[in-house]
């Protein structure tokens, strides 16, 4: 049964760090890992998605890497903003093609 | 190209009554997902259709149901509500074959 955590469970960072959240799964057997955003009380918002078959993906600050041997990702973060702030959550996709999401990190970047 | 749309964004029930949660896939996914958020957790899988047929199910009762119409919306019907119901409700549409999910605002039940 899959299994996903991320670590750490919350995070305060001042404005201007570079960061990195850490996901962990598992079952190598994954079909791709998403990495989404969700604002307090808000839906799920995709940031970036990473197919198996490849090893990270970038988009404008960020830059997701996928190991499937060790059964790991790290979302990085540079030159965080206040704008950052909000819950980040990874999601390993099965061979059923559901998703089996972590718990979240919540992030905090103070100005 | 229009999003996932989920409606109402709120509701309120009393336990033991029934409740049905609307979804509008986003233009030209054929493949719905619907997840329960508890309040501080992941989101955890209910059931996913797809052409109309649901085709995963997650560690949720009977009393959780679905359908899914030929223009791919959806519905999730929950039976005899209980306290525990009271969680964020998300739709996530796709298309088949393992794409990237495109989730909903979401819909906020509170079971009293």
């Known amino acids: 049964k899959q299994e996903v955590t991320q670590i750490p469970a919350a995070l305060s960072v001042p404005e201007g760090e570079n960061l990195v959240l850490n996901c962990s799964f598992t079952d190598s057997a994954i079909y791709n890992l998403q990495w989404f955003r969700q604002d307090p009380g808000k839906g799920l918002t995709s940031l970036l998605l990473?197919?198996?078959?490849?090893r990270e993906q970038t988009s404008g600050r960020l830059n997701a890497s996928l190991d499937k041997s060790s059964g790991r990702s790290t979302l990085y973060i540079a030159a965080s903003q206040p704008g950052d702030s909000a819950t980040y959550l990874c999601?390993?996709?099965?061979?059923?093609?559901?998703?089996?999401f972590g718990s979240g990190t919540r992030l905090l970047v103070r100005p | 190209e229009t999003g996932v749309t989920q409606s109402p964004t709120h509701l309120i029930k009393t336990r033991g009554q029934q409740v049905t949660l609307r979804c509008s896939s986003q233009?030209?996914?054929?493949?719905v997902s619907w997840y329960q958020q508890a309040l501080g957790q992941g989101p955890q899988f209910i059931f996913q259709?797809?052409?109309?047929?649901?085709?995963g199910r997650g560690n949720f009762p009977p009393r959780f149901s679905g359908l899914q119409f030929p223009n791919y919306s959806s519905e999730l019907n929950v039976n005899a509500l209980e306290l525990d119901d009271s969680a964020l409700y998300l739709c996530?549409?796709?298309?088949?074959?393992?794409?990237?999910?495109?989730f909903g605002s979401g819909t906020r039940l509170t079971v009293v």
């Open positions: 990473i197919q198996s078959s490849q």
């Open positions: 259709y797809y052409r109309e047929e649901e085709n």
């Open positions: 999601a390993a996709m099965d061979s059923s093609y559901k998703l089996i």
């Open positions: 996530a549409s796709s298309l088949a074959g393992g794409g990237g999910y495109t």
């Open positions: 233009s030209g996914h054929n493949t």
